[in-house]
C-alpha cells in the first residue's frame, strides 16, 4: 500500500516534458507545472509563431509568460526525495506523444518494446516476456514498435491481410480472395515481400556501384585541376622571366599574356568546377537513394514493406563511368614555347607572333565526354528519338486520347476519366508517361489552330490558375506556342516571338545533362526556332497544350 501511494507522489511531482522528478520548478499561468529548463526549451521551439501552449491543457499565452521558481514545491521536492522518491527507473519509462505505448499497460502506460504482428499489439518489456517465455507464442512475428498494426487488418472483413493481389497491387485478407479479387493472381504476401527484397537488394548494389564509378570521375577531375593549375603556374613564371629582359614596349604584351592565361585559367577551372559539383550532388542523391532503399529494406512488416515499396521514385538514367576522359594536353606549356621563341627575336617578330600568343591560350580546353557536339541533321538527332505517349491520367477532361495515346484532340464536352491527382483541372494539358533525361528527340505533328509543345517537371500544379499550371507561365516548363502564322517560346510567363517558317512538325531536342532545349521547325530541313540553355535539377516530361477551338489535334509522331 505505501508502495502505491509512492508511485502516486512520484506520477504527481514529475513534469510531464522529461517524464522525471521537477527540477527548478516553475508553475505557468494556467497552474500546471514543469521544469524550467523543460517549459524553456518547449515555448524556445514555439517563439516563431509568437504563441506559447500548455503541453498538457494546450492553454495558449501571449506574450510570453516570465518564468518563476515555485520554491514551495521545489522545496516539497527535495523533501520527498529524502524519504525515498526517486526518478523512474530507465526500464519504466513513460510513452509520450511520439512513443507507442503499451496496449496491455492501464492507467499511464509505458513505452512499448516490441510489436506482435500475429496479436497485433505492442507490448512494454513486462508484457511481452510470455512471447519469449511461453510455447503459445513461439510462432508470432515480433518487430519494432510500430502504431500502424491496424492497417494490416482489412477494412472490409476485418481480417488479417496475409495475402498479395498482383492485379490490384495491395495487401488483402482470404475473404476477399472470395470476393471482389475472385480470380485474382496472388501470392502470400511474405513471399511477395521476400521477392522484391531481392530486387530491392540489386536496386541497392547498382546505386553503391554507381557511387563508386561517380567517386572515381570525381577524383579524375581533381587530379584534373592540379595539372591544369600546375601547367598555368608554370607558363605564367616562365613568362614574366622571358617578358623581363624585353624593353619597355614588352612590357605591356608581358601584362597581357598573364591576364590572358589567368583569365583561361579561370574559365577552365569554373567548367571543371561545374562538373565537380554535378557529379557531388549526383554522388549525394545517390546516397540518399541508398540510405531510402536500405530503410525500407530494413521494414521488418511486410505490409508496411509493401505499402512503401510501389512509393520508391525510378533511378535516373546512369552516367557511364569512362564518360569523363581525361587526356595528356600540354594546357600552357605552348604559351611558354611561344613566348620563348619571342625573346630571341627582335621587336618587329615579336608584333608578328603576337597573335599566336593569343591564339595558343584560347585553344586551351578541357577535353570531356560531357561536351559532346549536339547533333546537326534531322539522321543525327533521330539517334536520339524517343517513344513517347501521353498519360491519360494527367489530360485535362476536354482532352480525348487516341492511336495508343499519342494523339491529342480537343474536345467540345468533356471526357468521362476517372477522377486522379495528376490530373490537370484547369488548363487544357497533358503530359507523357515517360520521364525524359539524357539525350532525347522528338517530333510533335499538328493540325488546327494553336497548340503548345512543351516541357515541364513533374512537380508543376495540377489544380490553379495559369500562372502555376499553365506550360510556360511558371519555372517549372519551357513552352514553344504553335500559332497559325507564328511561333512565341514561353517560360516563366516570359514570352519570346521567334521568326521562322510554317510547319506543322515541331522537333524538340533535349540533352538533359548539358541543360539544353532546342525547338526545330520540321520540313525538307531542320530549321531551329530556339534553343535554350539552363540547368535542369529534376528529369523532364513532354507535354501538350491547346488553347483556341476543338477539333485541334496534336500527335506525337512515331520515329523508329
Known amino acids: 500500500m505505501a508502495q502505491k501511494g509512492l508511485q502516486l507522489d512520484r506520477e504527481t511531482f514529475s513534469c510531464s516534458i522529461c517524464l522525471d522528478l521537477l527540477k527548478d520548478t516553475v508553475t505557468i499561468p494556467c497552474g500546471h507545472n514543469y521544469c524550467m529548463n523543460c517549459i ?7 517563439d516563431w509563431k509568437k504563441l506559447y501552449s500548455c503541453p498538457q491543457c ?34 519504466h519509462c513513460y510513452a509520450g506523444p511520439e512513443d507507442v505505448a503499451c496496449d496491455v499497460c492501464t492507467g499511464r502506460r509505458l513505452k512499448a518494446l ?38 494490416n487488418i482489412c477494412s472490409h472483413h476485418n481480417e488479417v491481410m496475409k495475402i498479395f493481389c498482383h492485379n490490384d497491387q495491395q495487401c488483402i485478407c482470404y475473404l476477399c480472395l472470395m470476393d471482389e479479387h475472385k480470380g ?4 502470400l504476401a511474405a513471399a511477395e515481400r521476400t521477392k522484391r527484397q531481392r530486387k530491392l537488394e540489386g536496386s541497392r548494389l547498382n546505386i553503391q556501384q554507381r557511387i563508386l564509378n561517380r567517386e572515381k570521375d570525381l577524383k579524375l577531375l581533381q587530379q584534373e585541376v592540379e595539372a591544369i593549375n600546375f601547367s598555368a603556374d608554370e607558363t605564367v613564371e616562365h613568362s614574366e622571366k622571358s617578358f ?29 568546377k561545374k562538373l565537380q559539383e554535378k557529379l557531388e550532388q549526383e554522388i549525394t542523391e545517390l546516397k540518399m537513394n541508398d540510405a531510402e532503399l536500405e530503410k525500407i529494406s530494413q521494414t521488418e512488416d511486410f505490409n508496411q514493406f509493401l505499402h512503401n515499396y510501389p512509393s520508391l521514385s525510378p533511378l535516373s538514367e546512369s552516367r557511364d563511368s569512362s564518360s569523363i576522359n581525361i587526356r595528356p594536353l600540354r594546357y600552357f606549356e605552348d604559351v611558354s614555347d611561344t613566348v620563348s621563341e619571342i625573346r630571341d627575336e ?26 559532346q557536339a549536339e547533333p546537326k541533321t534531322r539522321a543525327e538527332f533521330l539517334e536520339y528519338s524517343r517513344e513517347i505517349t501521353l498519360d491519360p491520367n494527367t489530360a485535362n477532361t476536354r482532352l480525348s486520347l487516341s492511336d495508343g495515346d499519342r494523339k491529342a484532340t480537343f474536345m467540345k464536352e468533356h471526357q468521362f476519366y476517372s477522377s486522379h491527382s495528376e490530373r490537370f483541372n484547369e488548363c487544357l494539358q497533358v503530359l507523357s508517361r515517360e520521364s525524359l533525361t539524357g539525350r532525347c528527340y522528338w517530333e510533335v505533328e499538328r493540325r488546327g489552330g494553336g497548340v503548345d509543345v512543351a516541357v515541364a517537371y513533374e512537380t508543376i500544379s495540377r489544380k490553379g490558375n495559369w500562372d502555376e499550371c499553365g506550360f510556360g507561365y511558371n519555372n517549372k516548363s519551357w513552352s514553344l506556342r504553335c500559332d497559325k502564322n507564328s ?44 534553343r535554350v540553355q539552363t540547368t535542369f535539377t529534376q528529369p523532364l516530361y513532354a507535354g501538350l497544350c491547346f488553347f483556341y477551338s476543338s ?10
Open 40 to 46: 524553456k526549451t518547449h515555448w524556445d521551439e514555439e
Open 58 to 91: 494546450r492553454k495558449t499565452f501571449t506574450p510570453r509568460p516570465v518564468l518563476v521558481k515555485n520554491t514551495m514545491l521545489a522545496d516539497l521536492v527535495e523533501e520527498l526525495k529524502k524519504t525515498g522518491l526517486q526518478d523512474a527507473p530507465a526500464d
Open 114 to 151: 516490441k510489436s506482435c504482428l500475429v496479436c497485433l499489439a505492442s507490448y512494454c518489456k513486462k508484457h511481452l516476456q510470455p512471447h519469449y517465455d511461453s510455447p503459445t507464442f513461439k510462432k508470432h512475428k515480433l518487430v519494432d514498435p510500430s502504431n500502424k498494426l491496424q492497417e
Open 184 to 187: 485474382h493472381d496472388t501470392v
Open 244 to 272: 623581363t629582359e624585353l624593353i619597355r614596349l614588352m612590357e605591356k604584351r608581358r601584362s597581357d599574356v598573364k591576364q590572358q592565361v589567368r583569365s583561361q585559367q579561370r574559365t577552365e577551372l569554373s567548367r571543371v
Open 346 to 371: 627582335l621587336l618587329d617578330v615579336l608584333r608578328e607572333k603576337w597573335t599566336n600568343i593569343l591564339l595558343m591560350v584560347t585553344e586551351v580546353d578541357v577535353l570531356l565526354a560531357h561536351s
Open 487 to 530: 511561333f512565341t517560346f514561353w517560360n516563366n510567363n516570359i514570352h519570346t516571338l521567334l521568326s521562322a517558317p510554317q510547319s506543322s512538325i515541331v522537333g524538340v531536342y533535349l540533352d538533359h545533362r548539358a541543360g539544353t532545349l532546342s525547338f526545330f521547325s520540321v520540313s525538307d530541313t531542320m530549321t531551329l526556332l530556339h
Open 551 to 560: 477539333g485541334d489535334t496534336a500527335e506525337l509522331c512515331k520515329l523508329k
